[in-house]
Structures are given as C-alpha cells and as structure tokens.
C-alpha cells in the first residue's frame, strides 16, 4: 500500500442549539464563559467513548502506554492491527488524478469491485445527493458526483474498513462513532480548506485518518487489558489520546501520503493551514457529537461559538439529517 499511496497523492433539537438572540446578553459569569473556549474535547470525547467499557477496577494503564510509545517507533508494526485497503481503489484514484478521464472510463474500473459497485449505487441513491430519478447504472453514478465527489466517495470507501471493521468486542462496539466522528472531521475540513487556502481533498483525507492511530490503542487496550476493566484517569486518557495522535501521523507517513498530512495530525493546532483547520474540523466533530446527548456544557459551547464556526457546524448537522433521512 507504501508505493501506491506515494504514486497517487506524491505532489432546535439535541446539538442543534437556536441562534442566540441579536443584541442579547448572558447573565452567565465570564469565568464559566471561559471554561467553554477552554474545554478539553479530546479527553471529554475519550470518555464518552471509554465510559460505558469501564465496568470494574480499571487495570494498570502502564502497559497499554509503554506500548503504544513502541508503536509510535514502529509504523508498521502498529498499521499491521488495521485492515488494509481494497485493492481496486489505488487503481481508481489514480484516475482521479487525471483531467482527461471519462467518466465510462471510471465506472469501468468501478465495476471491477462489486462491494465498491453496490456502495457507489447506494451512496448516489441516498438523501444525501438527492436524485431526481433514481440512479441504477455506475457512468449515471459517476456523473452525478463529479470527479471531487467521486475522490472523497472513494476515500471513504477506502478508509472506512480501516475504523470501522473490527474484530475484538471493544473495538466493535467503539468504531461506530469512532468512524462517525471521523467522517465528520473530514467533512469539516474539506469546507474549511478553501478559506485556509488549503487542499479540500488532503484536508478530507486527514480528517478521515487521524482517528486511524485510536483504532490501534483500542486494539492494544483489547490485547492487554481485562474486559471492563479499561483505564478511565484523565492522565491516562489525555496520554492515550496524545500516543494515537502520534501513531496516526506516523502510519500516514509510513504509507507514504503527503507529508503535510502526517504533519498536521502529529502538530494539530500549530501555525500553518492544515494544522490549524484540521484542529479545528476534530472540534467541531467531537462537539456535534458531544452535544447531540443535550449534556448543556457542551451545548451552550455550540452557542458559544463564532459565526464561521457555527455555520460549518451546522452544515455537518445538515449533512447528518440527510444521511440518516
């Protein structure tokens, strides 16, 4: 997968808070504003991801930290614990690269797989795009996403397997919003790329992969952990956090896509473009799916926040009512 990834990219419901009135005031006191602008998402998303799986005593989170600092040191060894990708979208997404390829020529190269034939058919088909007739044939397909449509299409179909697949009973049950948040991310980051004058699609692709390094701690907390009796501490969640980041960026390096894209994961929030939106898409990612439970901290910080940011986050609640229309 190194040389095939290098190849292609080498060069007012729950969550939906109302508007705050124009003009209106908060009786609430500035240091509980603060706290909003300072919320830890990271480690609040790792509870609510963690919490239901703490049954018990939790265990020594010693182990599961000295091995994912190995990990980190060895990308491969930590991209062994995630599927692999199917092998007809490395083929497909070279195409993509190029200006002058058809869309008959696409969906010929589409049809070669028939799980990737039956996702294109159904995603056309979906809420989302909204069809005025149904669409029952790939070039039909092809056509109505569009070349970026169908990039970020089969991205998702080549990244999904990777979270949201798996084997153990933990990671069955945490891959679900796992991949959800991922997806959210990437979306986020494709509509914030264009203001930050960054690439929509690398901002896409980071946005689906930086939860890649999460799938392998939860596959490390399976091997060395007792069921329910996953660690909970802040410090030990803050750290787990920081050890996925860091084995996200270095598989995304080790299978050799655009270095800016390990970049932004490993240095997210740091000065320059990717960094700073991709910080900013996981936030918004982690909000909207925090603030759909209705726990008010985290919807009063979707009140909270700024108008570029609110528009973006209300686009991905859009998008989400469509997709589960």
Same mark, same amino acid.
């Given at each position: 997968?190194?040389?095939?990834?290098? @190849?292609? +990219?080498?060069? !007012?419901?729950?969550?939906?808070?109302?508007?705050?009135?124009?003009? #209106?005031?908060?009786?609430?006191?500035?240091?509980? $504003?603060?706290?909003?602008?300072?919320?830890?998402?990271?480690?609040?998303? +790792?509870?609510?991801?963690?919490?239901?799986?703490v049954l018990g005593?939790? /265990?020594?989170?010693?182990?599961?930290?000295? &091995?994912?600092?190995?990990?980190? @040191?060895?990308?491969?060894? /930590?991209?062994?614990?995630?599927? !692999?990708?199917?092998?007809?979208?490395?083929?497909?997404?070279?195409?993509?690269?190029?200006?002058?390829?058809?869309?008959?020529?696409?969906?010929?190269?589409?049809?070669?797989?028939?799980?990737?034939?039956? &996702?294109?058919? !159904?995603?056309?088909?979906?809420?989302?795009?909204?069809?005025?007739?149904?669409?029952?044939?790939?070039?039909?397909?092809?056509?109505?996403?569009?070349?970026?449509?169908?990039?970020?299409?089969?991205?998702?179909?080549?990244?999904?397997?990777?979270?949201?697949?798996?084997?153990?009973?933990?990671?069955?049950?945490?891959?679900?919003?796992?991949?959800?948040?991922?997806?959210?991310?990437?979306?986020?980051?494709?509509?914030?790329?264009? @203001?930050?004058?960054?690439?929509?699609?690398?901002?896409?692709?980071?946005?689906?992969?930086?939860?890649?390094?999460?799938?392998?701690?939860?596959?490390?907390v399976e091997q060395?952990?007792?069921?329910?009796?996953?660690? $909970?501490?802040?410090?030990?969640?803050?750290?787990?956090?920081?050890?996925?980041?860091?084995?996200?960026?270095?598989?995304?390096?080790?299978?050799?896509?655009?270095?800016?894209?390990?970049?932004?994961?490993?240095?997210?929030? $740091?000065?320059?473009?990717?960094?700073?939106?991709?910080?900013?898409? $996981?936030?918004?990612?982690?909000?909207?799916?925090? #603030?759909?439970?209705?726990?008010?901290?985290?919807?009063?910080?979707?009140?909270?926040?700024?108008?570029? /940011? !609110?528009?973006?986050?209300?686009?991905?609640?859009?998008?989400?009512? @469509?997709?589960?229309?």
């Amino acid at each position: 997968m190194k040389r095939w990834l290098a @190849r292609l +990219f080498g060069t !007012r419901e729950a969550g939906r808070p109302a508007a705050a009135p124009s003009g #209106a005031t908060s009786d609430r006191p500035a240091a509980e $504003d603060a706290s909003l602008a300072d919320l830890d998402l990271d480690l609040a998303f +790792f509870h609510w991801l963690a919490g239901p799986h703490v049954l018990g005593k939790p /265990a020594p989170d010693g182990p599961v930290l000295d &091995e994912l600092g190995r990990l980190a @040191r060895d990308p491969d060894d /930590a991209a062994a614990l995630v599927p !692999r990708v199917p092998a007809v979208i490395p083929q497909l997404l070279r195409s993509l690269r190029e200006d002058d390829t058809g869309a008959g020529a696409l969906a010929r190269q589409v049809a070669q797989d028939p799980v990737l034939v039956a &996702e294109v058919i !159904r995603e056309v088909n979906s809420p989302y795009y909204q069809p005025a007739s149904p669409i029952r044939n790939l070039e039909g397909a092809v056509l109505l996403l569009g070349q970026n449509g169908l990039r970020m299409l089969l991205a998702r179909v080549a990244f999904r397997p990777i979270i949201s697949q798996q084997a153990g009973p933990l990671a069955r049950l945490i891959a679900p919003p796992l991949w959800r948040q991922s997806e959210l991310c990437a979306q986020a980051a494709s509509m914030l790329a264009p @203001r930050n004058k960054a690439d929509p699609f690398e901002a896409y692709l980071a946005g689906l992969l930086h939860n890649v390094g999460l799938v392998v701690a939860f596959r490390v907390v399976e091997q060395l952990v007792p069921p329910g009796a996953l660690p $909970d501490g802040d410090a030990f969640g803050s750290r787990l956090v920081a050890a996925a980041r860091l084995i996200s960026a270095r598989i995304a390096d080790a299978w050799e896509l655009p270095p800016p894209i390990g970049h932004a994961i490993a240095h997210l929030g $740091d000065a320059g473009a990717l960094p700073t939106l991709l910080q900013d898409a $996981d936030r918004l990612a982690k909000l909207q799916m925090l #603030a759909t439970g209705g726990q008010p901290l985290f919807v009063r910080a979707v009140l909270a926040l700024p108008p570029e /940011a !609110r528009q973006v986050y209300d686009s991905l609640l859009e998008q989400s009512d @469509r997709q589960d229309a």
